[in-house]
């Protein structure tokens, strides 16, 4: 079973920028397609990004194409989450999220979910 954490998020004025991160443990991420999530307050948890540890196409919300960008680390089993020009609407929960299988970006096609890590972006 793998095991993720999630860390980085943090209160950031608007313009800013965060990297959340995502680490695995129990097992690597080789075989497993990695995704951002994120939920608001009173909404539903949505699909960020997306991509295979293996390679191949990212995916990215509309919402936060061009500002966001996932990236990994092979050494350290980690993904990432840069976000750019933050704006206060990407203010949520974030999630890290993985799949055994292609990439996929509906919350329900993932298997194991981090704990969250709050971002807080002030107008």
């Known amino acids: 079973q793998v095991q993720l954490i999630e860390s980085g998020g943090g209160l950031v004025q608007a313009g800013g920028s965060l990297r959340l991160s995502c680490a695995a443990s129990?097992?690597?991420?080789?075989?497993?397609?990695i995704g951002w999530f994120r939920q608001a307050p009173g909404k539903e948890r949505e699909f960020v990004a997306a991509?295979?540890?293996?390679?191949?196409?990212?995916y990215y919300a509309d919402s936060v194409k061009g500002r966001f960008t996932i990236s990994k680390d092979n050494a350290k089993n980690t993904v990432y989450l840069e976000m750019n020009s933050l704006k206060p609407e990407d203010t949520a929960v974030y999630y890290c999220?993985?799949?055994?299988?292609?990439?996929?970006?509906?919350?329900?096609?993932?298997?194991?979910w981090g704990q969250g890590t709050q971002v807080t972006v002030s107008s």
């Open positions: 999220a993985t799949r055994v299988g292609p990439v996929a970006t509906m919350v329900w096609e993932y298997d194991y």
């Open positions: 129990g097992r690597t991420f080789s075989n497993y397609a």
């Open positions: 991509f295979h540890w293996r390679g191949g196409p990212t």
